[in-house]
Protein backbone atom coordinates (compact mmCIF):
# COMPACT_ATOMS: atom_id res chain seq x y z
CA UNK A 1 0.00 0.00 0.00
CA UNK A 2 2.17 2.72 -1.24
CA UNK A 3 0.09 6.22 -2.79
CA UNK A 4 3.29 7.18 -4.52
CA UNK A 5 6.07 4.71 -5.90
CA UNK A 6 8.79 7.25 -6.04
CA UNK A 7 9.50 11.57 -5.57
CA UNK A 8 11.27 13.59 -7.51
CA UNK A 9 11.84 17.03 -6.44
CA UNK A 10 8.75 17.64 -5.42
CA UNK A 11 6.73 15.45 -8.13
CA UNK A 12 5.41 12.32 -6.20
CA UNK A 13 4.37 9.64 -9.24
CA UNK A 14 1.16 8.32 -7.67
CA UNK A 15 0.82 4.28 -7.22
CA UNK A 16 -2.86 5.12 -9.20
CA UNK A 17 -0.99 6.79 -12.27
CA UNK A 18 1.23 3.58 -13.00
CA UNK A 19 -1.35 0.63 -12.69
CA UNK A 20 -3.47 2.74 -15.08
CA UNK A 21 -0.70 3.04 -17.80
CA UNK A 22 0.10 -0.64 -17.01
CA UNK A 23 -3.46 -1.08 -17.79
CA UNK A 24 -3.57 0.74 -20.72
CA UNK A 25 -0.81 -1.05 -22.11
CA UNK A 26 -2.47 -4.46 -21.33
CA UNK A 27 -5.65 -3.07 -23.39
CA UNK A 28 -3.38 -1.94 -26.54
CA UNK A 29 -2.29 -5.62 -26.73
CA UNK A 30 -6.02 -7.17 -26.42
CA UNK A 31 -7.17 -4.25 -29.10
CA UNK A 32 -4.89 -5.11 -32.19
CA UNK A 33 -5.59 -9.12 -31.06
CA UNK A 34 -9.33 -9.40 -30.97
CA UNK A 35 -9.27 -6.46 -34.00
CA UNK A 36 -7.13 -9.25 -36.08
CA UNK A 37 -9.98 -11.84 -34.40
CA UNK A 38 -12.83 -9.62 -35.73
CA UNK A 39 -11.18 -9.15 -39.38
CA UNK A 40 -10.46 -5.05 -38.47
CA UNK A 41 -7.59 -3.09 -38.98
CA UNK A 42 -5.87 -3.10 -35.82
CA UNK A 43 -3.78 0.40 -35.96
CA UNK A 44 -7.30 2.09 -36.91
CA UNK A 45 -9.13 -0.16 -34.12
CA UNK A 46 -6.53 0.58 -31.68
CA UNK A 47 -7.02 3.87 -32.22
CA UNK A 48 -10.87 4.23 -31.79
CA UNK A 49 -10.74 2.67 -29.12
CA UNK A 50 -7.83 3.76 -27.23
CA UNK A 51 -10.01 6.96 -27.53
CA UNK A 52 -12.76 5.38 -26.18
CA UNK A 53 -11.23 4.28 -23.09
CA UNK A 54 -9.64 8.10 -22.55
CA UNK A 55 -13.43 9.42 -22.53
CA UNK A 56 -14.74 6.80 -20.44
CA UNK A 57 -11.32 7.43 -18.09
CA UNK A 58 -12.20 11.31 -17.79
CA UNK A 59 -15.95 10.34 -17.59
CA UNK A 60 -15.26 8.53 -14.55
CA UNK A 61 -13.64 11.12 -12.88
CA UNK A 62 -15.77 13.86 -13.82
CA UNK A 63 -18.80 11.79 -12.14
CA UNK A 64 -17.34 11.65 -9.09
CA UNK A 65 -15.97 15.05 -8.75
CA UNK A 66 -20.03 15.88 -9.38
CA UNK A 67 -20.85 13.40 -6.05
CA UNK A 68 -18.31 15.13 -4.11
CA UNK A 69 -17.55 18.44 -5.45
CA UNK A 70 -16.91 19.93 -2.13
CA UNK A 71 -13.78 17.89 -1.74
CA UNK A 72 -12.21 18.30 -4.77
CA UNK A 73 -13.02 21.83 -4.80
CA UNK A 74 -11.12 22.12 -1.67
CA UNK A 75 -8.41 20.38 -2.88
CA UNK A 76 -8.42 19.63 -6.89
CA UNK A 77 -4.92 17.60 -6.79
CA UNK A 78 -7.50 14.56 -5.02
CA UNK A 79 -8.17 13.78 -8.15
CA UNK A 80 -4.84 12.50 -9.24
CA UNK A 81 -5.74 9.38 -6.62
CA UNK A 82 -8.84 8.46 -7.37
CA UNK A 83 -10.36 6.22 -9.81
CA UNK A 84 -13.68 8.20 -10.32
CA UNK A 85 -16.64 5.70 -10.78
CA UNK A 86 -15.90 2.90 -12.94
CA UNK A 87 -19.35 2.43 -14.12
CA UNK A 88 -19.84 6.05 -14.85
CA UNK A 89 -16.70 5.53 -17.21
CA UNK A 90 -18.70 2.59 -19.13
CA UNK A 91 -21.51 4.54 -19.54
CA UNK A 92 -19.40 7.33 -20.95
CA UNK A 93 -17.11 5.07 -22.81
CA UNK A 94 -19.91 3.02 -24.58
CA UNK A 95 -21.99 6.09 -25.92
CA UNK A 96 -18.90 7.86 -27.06
CA UNK A 97 -17.45 4.68 -28.71
CA UNK A 98 -20.62 3.63 -30.37
CA UNK A 99 -20.59 7.09 -31.98
CA UNK A 100 -17.29 7.65 -32.46
CA UNK A 101 -16.82 3.67 -34.17
CA UNK A 102 -19.05 4.92 -36.73
CA UNK A 103 -17.72 7.72 -37.44
CA UNK A 104 -14.36 6.36 -38.30
CA UNK A 105 -16.02 3.52 -40.93
CA UNK A 106 -15.46 0.81 -38.32
CA UNK A 107 -18.52 -1.60 -36.72
CA UNK A 108 -19.52 -0.35 -33.61
CA UNK A 109 -20.89 -3.48 -31.80
CA UNK A 110 -17.77 -5.22 -32.73
CA UNK A 111 -15.62 -2.08 -31.77
CA UNK A 112 -17.45 -2.55 -28.14
CA UNK A 113 -16.94 -6.11 -28.17
CA UNK A 114 -13.51 -5.23 -28.44
CA UNK A 115 -14.00 -2.64 -25.75
CA UNK A 116 -15.45 -5.18 -23.15
CA UNK A 117 -12.19 -6.59 -22.91
CA UNK A 118 -10.29 -3.51 -22.44
CA UNK A 119 -12.55 -2.24 -19.67
CA UNK A 120 -12.27 -5.79 -17.90
CA UNK A 121 -8.29 -5.77 -18.19
CA UNK A 122 -8.78 -2.08 -16.68
CA UNK A 123 -10.73 -3.22 -13.78
CA UNK A 124 -8.44 -6.12 -12.96
CA UNK A 125 -5.31 -3.78 -13.26
CA UNK A 126 -6.20 -0.88 -12.15
CA UNK A 127 -8.07 -1.86 -8.90
CA UNK A 128 -4.55 -2.56 -7.61
CA UNK A 129 -3.95 0.89 -7.91
CA UNK A 130 -6.88 1.72 -5.92
CA UNK A 131 -5.68 -0.68 -3.48
CA UNK A 132 -2.03 1.45 -3.32
CA UNK A 133 -3.55 4.89 -3.02
CA UNK A 134 -6.16 3.97 -0.60
CA UNK A 135 -9.44 4.76 -2.47
CA UNK A 136 -12.60 2.79 -2.56
CA UNK A 137 -12.33 1.09 0.92
CA UNK A 138 -14.02 -1.22 2.04
CA UNK A 139 -15.89 -1.69 5.29
CA UNK A 140 -14.45 -2.78 8.77
CA UNK A 141 -13.71 -6.87 9.48
CA UNK A 142 -11.70 -9.15 11.25
CA UNK A 143 -10.82 -11.41 8.68
CA UNK A 144 -7.38 -13.06 7.96
CA UNK A 145 -6.60 -10.69 4.85
CA UNK A 146 -8.19 -7.65 6.07
CA UNK A 147 -5.69 -4.95 5.46
CA UNK A 148 -5.29 -1.41 7.34
CA UNK A 149 -4.21 2.16 5.16
CA UNK A 150 -1.16 3.68 6.67
CA UNK A 151 -1.22 7.78 7.72
CA UNK A 152 -0.11 8.96 4.36
CA UNK A 153 -3.50 6.87 2.39
CA UNK A 154 -5.64 8.78 5.23
CA UNK A 155 -4.37 12.36 4.76
CA UNK A 156 -4.92 11.69 1.04
CA UNK A 157 -8.56 10.08 1.62
CA UNK A 158 -10.97 11.73 4.09
CA UNK A 159 -12.88 8.97 6.07
CA UNK A 160 -10.23 6.31 5.35
CA UNK A 161 -10.59 4.83 9.10
CA UNK A 162 -7.45 3.24 10.89
CA UNK A 163 -8.97 0.16 11.23
CA UNK A 164 -8.70 -3.01 9.14
CA UNK A 165 -10.77 -3.47 6.05
CA UNK A 166 -12.19 -5.40 3.31
CA UNK A 167 -9.84 -4.95 0.76
CA UNK A 168 -12.64 -4.61 -1.68
CA UNK A 169 -9.51 -3.15 -4.44
CA UNK A 170 -8.45 -6.19 -4.83
CA UNK A 171 -11.57 -8.01 -5.23
CA UNK A 172 -13.02 -6.20 -7.62
CA UNK A 173 -9.57 -6.77 -9.62
CA UNK A 174 -10.18 -10.56 -8.93
CA UNK A 175 -13.50 -9.89 -10.38
CA UNK A 176 -11.44 -8.16 -13.23
CA UNK A 177 -8.99 -10.97 -14.11
CA UNK A 178 -12.38 -13.17 -14.00
CA UNK A 179 -14.44 -11.26 -16.36
CA UNK A 180 -11.40 -11.05 -18.58
CA UNK A 181 -11.12 -15.09 -18.75
CA UNK A 182 -14.63 -15.56 -18.91
CA UNK A 183 -14.93 -13.24 -21.70
CA UNK A 184 -12.07 -14.70 -23.78
CA UNK A 185 -14.14 -17.96 -23.46
CA UNK A 186 -17.39 -16.32 -25.01
CA UNK A 187 -15.55 -15.13 -27.70
CA UNK A 188 -14.43 -17.96 -29.12
CA UNK A 189 -18.03 -19.44 -29.06
CA UNK A 190 -19.11 -15.74 -30.33
CA UNK A 191 -22.36 -15.98 -32.02
CA UNK A 192 -23.19 -12.28 -32.95
CA UNK A 193 -21.80 -8.78 -32.80
CA UNK A 194 -22.63 -7.37 -29.08
CA UNK A 195 -22.81 -10.41 -27.10
CA UNK A 196 -19.33 -9.93 -25.41
CA UNK A 197 -20.38 -6.13 -24.38
CA UNK A 198 -23.78 -6.84 -23.18
CA UNK A 199 -22.49 -10.26 -21.24
CA UNK A 200 -19.49 -8.14 -19.83
CA UNK A 201 -21.91 -4.96 -18.37
CA UNK A 202 -24.48 -7.93 -17.21
CA UNK A 203 -21.87 -9.95 -15.48
CA UNK A 204 -20.08 -7.00 -14.06
CA UNK A 205 -23.08 -5.36 -12.53
CA UNK A 206 -24.02 -8.16 -11.12
CA UNK A 207 -20.34 -8.77 -9.12
CA UNK A 208 -20.64 -5.05 -8.63
CA UNK A 209 -24.10 -5.16 -7.16
CA UNK A 210 -22.74 -7.02 -4.77
CA UNK A 211 -19.35 -5.78 -3.74
CA UNK A 212 -20.98 -2.55 -2.66
CA UNK A 213 -22.47 -4.17 0.44
CA UNK A 214 -18.50 -4.09 1.72
CA UNK A 215 -17.91 -0.69 0.31
CA UNK A 216 -17.06 1.50 2.87
CA UNK A 217 -16.38 4.95 1.49
CA UNK A 218 -19.79 6.57 1.62
CA UNK A 219 -18.50 9.63 -0.68
CA UNK A 220 -19.32 7.80 -3.69
CA UNK A 221 -23.40 8.21 -3.23
CA UNK A 222 -26.41 6.64 -2.53
CA UNK A 223 -30.20 7.14 -3.79
CA UNK A 224 -33.70 6.28 -2.32
CA UNK A 225 -32.54 7.13 1.10
CA UNK A 226 -29.70 4.78 1.33
CA UNK A 227 -31.18 1.83 0.50
CA UNK A 228 -28.53 1.47 -2.99
CA UNK A 229 -25.60 3.23 -3.46
CA UNK A 230 -24.91 5.22 -6.79
CA UNK A 231 -23.32 1.95 -8.06
CA UNK A 232 -25.66 -0.20 -7.37
CA UNK A 233 -28.38 1.71 -8.97
CA UNK A 234 -26.29 1.83 -12.49
CA UNK A 235 -25.47 -1.87 -12.14
CA UNK A 236 -29.04 -2.20 -11.92
CA UNK A 237 -30.25 -0.18 -15.05
CA UNK A 238 -26.98 -1.28 -16.39
CA UNK A 239 -27.37 -4.81 -16.19
CA UNK A 240 -31.43 -5.03 -17.15
CA UNK A 241 -30.87 -2.29 -20.07
CA UNK A 242 -27.75 -5.07 -21.37
CA UNK A 243 -29.67 -8.02 -20.78
CA UNK A 244 -32.41 -6.88 -22.89
CA UNK A 245 -30.38 -5.86 -26.02
CA UNK A 246 -28.25 -9.12 -25.59
CA UNK A 247 -31.95 -10.80 -25.75
CA UNK A 248 -32.25 -8.38 -28.90
CA UNK A 249 -29.43 -9.12 -30.65
CA UNK A 250 -29.47 -12.86 -30.20
CA UNK A 251 -32.90 -12.74 -31.68
CA UNK A 252 -32.09 -10.84 -34.34
CA UNK A 253 -29.13 -13.09 -35.58
CA UNK A 254 -31.64 -15.82 -35.42
CA UNK A 255 -33.69 -14.44 -37.66
CA UNK A 256 -31.21 -13.62 -39.84
CA UNK A 257 -29.99 -17.08 -40.10
CA UNK A 258 -33.21 -18.69 -40.87
CA UNK A 259 -33.30 -15.69 -43.21
CA UNK A 260 -30.68 -16.80 -45.05
Known amino acids: MHPFLFQVGHFRFPAYG ?45 FEVALAWRKYAANPRLV ?21 LRRVGLPWLKGLDIFAMTAAAVEAVGRVGCFCSGCCWGTPTDLPWAVTFPDLARRLHAGLPA ?15 TLLAILAILY ?13 VVLYGIARFFAEFVRGDAERGFLFGGRLSTSQFLSLVLGVAAAAGFVHLARRARAQVSAA
Not at 42 to 50: F, G, L, R, S, Y
Not at 163 to 177: A, E, F, I, K, N
Request: charged share 15%; proline share 3%; glycine share 8%.
Open 18 to 62: FFSLLALALCIVLIRRYARVEGLDPAKTTEAIVLTIAVGYFGARA
Open 188 to 200: RRKRFDGQIITSF
Open 80 to 100: LHTSGVFLAGVIAAIVFGAFW
Open 163 to 177: VPLHPTQLYMSLVGW
